[in-house]
């Protein structure tokens, strides 16, 4: 395919996906301002980046960008900085590559925008990131929710989501800004429409216990981002909707 097919290809998915997110915002009674797009760039070039970008921002959306594994985000830093974005971390995150990530990050960030990791799912690397993280604002974090209680995914059990919620408050070099899940793989509308509601229930009771930042919901990909937003999403990670279809790895 040729550059400017490329291009062509990805600024009409990016004006289908405008589509879907203001009729999913509208027949909800919201605003589609108040969902923010998370570009899910894992194994996308710059080029393709560069173009979704402009799409969006054209669209008016409001645009950001995840990356899924450290070492992409960290061969990706340099770039990241120039779109002058947030830049999070939607991927899980071992222990040993923790200052690569932070490191990653702050320099994805320097100039502009907020960095953000979603996918926090333990008191073990809560406690590690509050280690490590020495910038001079606390650094945001999400707790990564296993609201499909799907034995492959990641995500910590809803049952533990108050005890973790409470050992990042321990921490003022951490801010816990919200909650992100991955839906459940079933193609029935009302199991994943219950798991995205459960993801906004847990909030209400965090912000309930004094977690007053806590506000956002990270949920919704390509497939589900509809249902996702009809449940208060904030922020939806759309991939191949965007891009296509992934190569297989
Ligand atoms: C890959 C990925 C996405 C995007 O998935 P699509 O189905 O391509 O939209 C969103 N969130 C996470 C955590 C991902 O790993």
Redesign the pocket.
């Known amino acids: 395919m040729t550059g400017m097919t490329a291009s062509a290809t990805i600024a009409s998915r990016v004006a289908a996906l405008t589509e879907r997110i203001h009729s999913a915002a509208t027949a909800a009674g919201r605003v589609p301002s108040e969902v923010r797009v998370l570009l899910?760039t894992?194994t996308q070039d710059t080029d393709g980046i560069a173009q979704a970008i402009d799409a969006a921002r054209a669209h008016e959306l409001s645009v950001l960008v995840?990356e899924?594994r450290v070492q992409e985000l960290v061969a990706k830093a340099g770039y990241f900085a120039g779109l002058r974005t947030d830049i999070h971390l939607?991927?899980p995150l071992q222990s040993n590559k923790v200052n690569a990530a932070l490191a990653a990050l702050a320099a994805a960030t320097h100039a502009a925008g907020r960095a953000c990791i979603q996918t926090v799912d333990s008191a073990s690397l809560a406690r590690r990131l509050a280690s490590r993280c020495q910038g001079n604002a606390p650094l945001d974090v999400m707790i990564q929710v296993n609201t499909a209680m799907d034995e492959f995914k990641r995500g910590i059990e809803p049952a533990l989501l108050p005890n973790l919620a409470e050992e990042i408050a321990n921490h003022p070099t951490l801010r816990l800004v919200g909650l992100m899940t991955?839906g459940p793989r079933s193609r029935d509308r009302d199991v994943t429409t219950a798991a995205f509601e459960s993801l906004r229930t847990l909030r209400e009771s965090l912000i309930d216990r004094g977690h007053a930042h806590a506000r956002e919901l990270s949920m919704g990909?390509?497939?589900d981002l509809d249902l996702a937003i009809a449940a208060g999403a904030t922020i939806v990670?759309?991939?191949?909707?965007v891009f296509g279809s992934?190569p297989t790895v």
Do not use: F
């Not at 990670?237 to 909707?241: D, E, I, L, Q």
């Open positions: 899910a894992k995840g899924n939607i991927g991955i990909m390509s497939g990670r759309p991939g191949t909707a992934r």
